[in-house]
């Protein structure tokens, strides 16, 4: 009887480690994946700030080209615009929707192909 409690006693034992050996995996990759999310959050933040500056920086140049600051803001808008358009056009794009999600999978989750 003193040899099935102690087996009883070493499962139990082992059950717990391995359930704190999980929980520390299931944190790390979790930690991992939140560290992931805030660099790409920070990197779209910056990546809007250098198209915001960039964007009135090309429109004051355009100004001067055509010595006329609506002439320059409006035609910064019709190049947006011709871009919207462009992606309007290809939003349902299997291909381009399939290549996007698996970017975004690779970065945030590590996902490897083999």
């Known amino acids: 009887m003193l040899n099935l409690t102690e087996i009883i006693t070493t ?5 717990e480690v391995r359930l ?4 520390s995996e299931i944190m790390d990759a979790l930690g991992l994946v939140i560290a992931r999310i805030v660099m790409l959050v920070t ?4 990546a809007m700030f250098v198209l915001l500056f960039g964007s009135i920086s090309l429109a ?25 358009i462009l992606l309007y056009i290809v939003r349902n794009s299997p291909p381009l929707q399939r290549g996007l999600q698996n970017t975004i ?10």
């Open 11 to 15: 499962i139990k034992r082992l059950i």
């Open 20 to 23: 704190k050996m999980i929980k």
């Open 43 to 46: 990197m779209v933040l910056a």
């Open 60 to 84: 004051f140049y355009f100004s001067e080209i055509y010595e006329s600051s609506s002439i320059g803001f409006l035609l910064l808008t019709g190049i947006y615009f011709l871009i919207f």
């Open 105 to 114: 999978s690779k970065f945030v989750f590590l996902f490897k192909n083999k």
